[in-house]
């Protein structure tokens, strides 16, 4: 079993180098247009914001009219280093990836191989969810537009089986209980991405990896693009990803993502990504005169398949999800938008198809800086005056919230029980433990001895066990940008050590201040197997 649950400090100044070559250059042939006196700020803007938010690097696409208006880099590529950042730099997308796995299908339908309602089962006939009438009903719609009602299994910070295939993973999938009933509302789960990408090879012959590049990269002249990190090396001009830990802005390793490629592992430039932003904009479909996919299809991507829950539904305007695309309004425009983050690479992009605008930011630190500046270049691009600073808005409730989740934390550690101990010798709660969804767990003792933590066979899912209190120990991962865990051992009746209870955080408040607090997290009971 699990169980699940639901519900003034500031950061180091870090002043990266604010500069890189401006490109405004058209890629339709067209003449660049008025962007460069609308966005004549925008470069005293990034630096103003960089400085305070502590980001190493940046990059900014804004396309209109068919044509790449601006592109910039900001900052450096690597903290520590002096290699800017350029428009060709590139940066992990995340989750806009996913639309460009829904265009993917799309291309498919356009072929008869598929189609949207078409159920999961037509391709997979293995495919099998917790419930049986459920898991004979699920579409490839209701995997693209998050209605399935299977969540989360680890949150950002640790992926779930990173060494384990898809198929793999989706046998562990079929016993995971519902977060909600199917179609019943919008739980995000990169876990049917992933299943979406298995649907795409069953039917394409392709592997999901070999269609995004022979089917969307290479039509769309996107030469840095790729879906792995296996495929950046050491000497391209690739970000480095980087992540607040203890207060401090620090170099992380980059971590793959392959097995739910799907969901999140496209690396590119802002400058390859301009030309994905025009494919979905003016002519849609369309490319450099040469239609890719049906106007129909391309079109059926932003279409809305759930409408969220408003505060004030009569003064607020609608948002919604699509097929891979968050859907809103910016001052009366419609806009089809999407953000991603990884390990310390974060993206945002927004399109509003009335003024055949597209924008991109890409940011090499986990932070909220993103949306600010997107709403900076909106303003300029839609002559709108600007008379609020968008940088002090979102940074000024970053500080508010970072105070408040400060104060959650220590009010957690203050409950802490001094001089404790465990109730049996550490030896005693070695041994294999084992879940029917999260597999298998290894607790060691280590030469130190201190207990050592193993999820999954993995080399890169080892913690090394503080002991907190009682039988409570706090789990320090050891790639630091994964931060820590609580984990808890049962004893039975007759003293013996049998389960762990494992916490995953699946939102935490805020990743620069810890795993914990967070109010979305899952209490995974691992059954003991035997000693060590």
Same mark, same amino acid.
């Given at each position: 079993?699990?169980?699940?649950?639901?519900?003034?400090?500031?950061?180091?100044?870090? /002043?990266?180098?604010?500069? @890189?070559?401006?490109?405004?250059?058209?890629?339709?042939?067209?003449?660049?247009?008025?962007?460069?006196?609308?966005?004549?700020? +925008?470069?005293?803007?990034?630096?103003? &914001?960089?400085?305070?938010?502590?980001?190493?690097?940046?990059?900014? @696409?804004?396309?209109?009219?068919?044509? +790449?208006?601006?592109?910039?880099?900001?900052?450096?590529?690597?903290?520590?280093?002096?290699?800017?950042?350029?428009?060709?730099?590139?940066?992990?997308?995340?989750?806009?990836?996913?639309? =460009?796995?829904?265009?993917?299908?799309?291309?498919?339908?356009?072929?008869?191989?598929?189609?949207?309602?078409?159920?999961?089962?037509?391709?997979?006939?293995?495919?099998?969810? *917790?419930? !049986?009438?459920? *898991?004979?009903?699920?579409?490839?719609?209701?995997?693209?537009?998050?209605?399935? &009602?299977?969540?989360?299994?680890?949150?950002?910070? %640790?992926?779930?089986?990173?060494?384990?295939?898809?198929?793999?993973?989706?046998?562990?999938?079929?016993?995971?209980?519902?977060?909600?009933?199917?179609?019943?509302?919008?739980?995000?789960?990169? =876990?049917?991405?992933?299943?979406?990408?298995?649907?795409?090879?069953?039917?394409?012959?392709?592997?999901?990896?070999?269609?995004?590049?022979?089917?969307? /990269?290479?039509?769309?002249?996107?030469?840095?693009?790729?879906?792995?990190?296996?495929?950046? *090396?050491?000497?391209?001009?690739?970000?480095?990803?980087?992540?607040?830990? /203890?207060?401090?802005?620090?170099?992380?390793?980059?971590?793959?993502?392959?097995?739910?490629?799907?969901? @999140?592992?496209?690396?590119?430039?802002?400058?390859?990504?301009?030309?994905?932003?025009?494919?979905?904009?003016?002519?849609?479909?369309?490319?450099?005169?040469?239609?890719?996919?049906?106007?129909?299809?391309?079109?059926?991507?932003?279409?809305?398949?759930?409408?969220?829950?408003?505060?004030?539904?009569?003064?607020?305007?609608?948002?919604?999800? &699509?097929?891979?695309?968050?859907?809103?309004?910016?001052?009366?425009?419609?806009?089809?938008?999407?953000?991603?983050?990884?390990?310390?690479?974060?993206?945002?992009?927004? %399109?509003?198809?009335?003024?055949?605008?597209?924008?991109?930011?890409?940011?090499? $630190?986990?932070?909220?800086?993103?949306?600010?500046?997107?709403?900076?270049?909106?303003?300029?691009?839609?002559?709108?005056?600007?008379?609020?600073?968008?940088?002090?808005?979102?940074?000024?409730?970053?500080?508010?919230?970072?105070?408040?989740? =400060?104060?959650?934390?220590?009010?957690? #550690?203050?409950?802490?029980?001094?001089?404790?101990? !465990?109730?049996? !010798?550490?030896?005693?709660?070695?041994?294999?433990?084992?879940?029917?969804?999260?597999?298998?767990?290894?607790?060691? %003792?280590?030469?130190?001895?201190? %207990?050592?933590?193993?999820?999954?066979?993995?080399? #890169?899912?080892?913690?090394?066990?503080?002991?907190?209190?009682?039988?409570?120990?706090?789990?320090?991962?050891?790639? $630091?940008?994964?931060?820590?865990?609580?984990?808890?051992?049962?004893?039975?009746?007759?003293?013996?050590?049998?389960?762990?209870?494992?916490?995953?955080?699946?939102?935490?408040?805020?990743?620069?201040?810890?795993?914990?607090?967070?109010?979305?997290?899952?209490?995974?009971?691992?059954?003991?197997?035997?000693?060590?």
């Amino acid at each position: 079993m699990f169980y699940f649950s639901s519900k003034a400090i500031r950061p180091a100044v870090l /002043f990266a180098i604010i500069a @890189a070559s401006v490109v405004l250059l058209p890629v339709s042939g067209r003449a660049a247009g008025p962007a460069s006196t609308s966005l004549a700020g +925008l470069p005293e803007f990034m630096e103003r &914001g960089m400085a305070d938010w502590g980001i190493p690097g940046m990059a900014v @696409a804004v396309v209109q009219n068919g044509e +790449l208006v601006y592109g910039r880099g900001f900052g450096v590529r690597k903290l520590g280093s002096d290699e800017a950042v350029d428009e060709h730099t590139v940066f992990g997308m995340a989750s806009l990836t996913k639309a =460009m796995t829904a265009t993917a299908l799309g291309m498919l339908v356009d072929e008869g191989k598929l189609h949207w309602d078409d159920r999961v089962r037509n391709h997979l006939p293995w495919f099998t969810l *917790s419930d !049986p009438w459920v *898991s004979e009903q699920i579409s490839i719609r209701d995997l693209l537009s998050h209605q399935v &009602g299977i969540g989360r299994f680890t949150g950002n910070r %640790l992926r779930f089986m990173p060494s384990r295939d898809p198929i793999t993973i989706a046998g562990f999938i079929r016993h995971m209980p519902f977060e909600q009933p199917y179609r019943s509302g919008y739980i995000y789960s990169n =876990m049917m991405y992933m299943v979406a990408g298995l649907v795409l090879e069953a039917v394409s012959g392709m592997s999901w990896h070999e269609f995004m590049a022979e089917r969307i /990269f290479a039509p769309l002249d996107m030469t840095s693009a790729n879906t792995s990190i296996t495929q950046i *090396s050491n000497t391209n001009n690739a970000a480095w990803p980087h992540q607040e830990i /203890f207060g401090e802005v620090q170099i992380i390793p980059r971590r793959n993502f392959d097995n739910i490629g799907p969901a @999140a592992s496209v690396n590119a430039s802002v400058y390859d990504m301009a030309r994905w932003m025009i494919f979905q904009l003016g002519e849609a479909g369309v490319y450099q005169g040469k239609r890719l996919i049906s106007r129909e299809n391309i079109l059926e991507t932003p279409q809305p398949q759930q409408v969220f829950r408003l505060e004030d539904p009569m003064t607020e305007p609608l948002r919604g999800y &699509g097929l891979g695309w968050g859907l809103r309004q910016y001052e009366g425009y419609r806009v089809s938008q999407h953000s991603g983050a990884t390990d310390g690479m974060t993206s945002f992009l927004v %399109l509003l198809p009335e003024k055949d605008l597209g924008i991109l930011v890409v940011s090499n $630190l986990f932070c909220n800086f993103r949306p600010a500046v997107i709403n900076y270049i909106l303003d300029g691009m839609l002559d709108i005056e600007r008379d609020k600073d968008w940088h002090a808005h979102f940074f000024d409730t970053y500080i508010e919230d970072k105070a408040r989740a =400060m104060e959650r934390r220590a009010a957690i #550690e203050g409950h802490r029980t001094e001089n404790t101990s !465990p109730s049996r !010798p550490l030896e005693a709660y070695t041994g294999d433990y084992h879940h029917i969804v999260y597999d298998n767990a290894k607790i060691t %003792l280590g030469e130190d001895g201190r %207990l050592i933590m193993q999820l999954w066979d993995d080399e #890169e899912m080892i913690a090394d066990l503080e002991h907190w209190h009682y039988d409570t120990f706090r789990a320090h991962w050891r790639n $630091l940008s994964m931060r820590e865990k609580f984990i808890t051992f049962d004893l039975d009746q007759y003293g013996e050590v049998k389960q762990l209870n494992v916490k995953f955080t699946l939102r935490q408040i805020l990743i620069s201040v810890g795993i914990y607090p967070t109010d979305y997290y899952r209490i995974v009971e691992y059954r003991r197997l035997n000693k060590q």
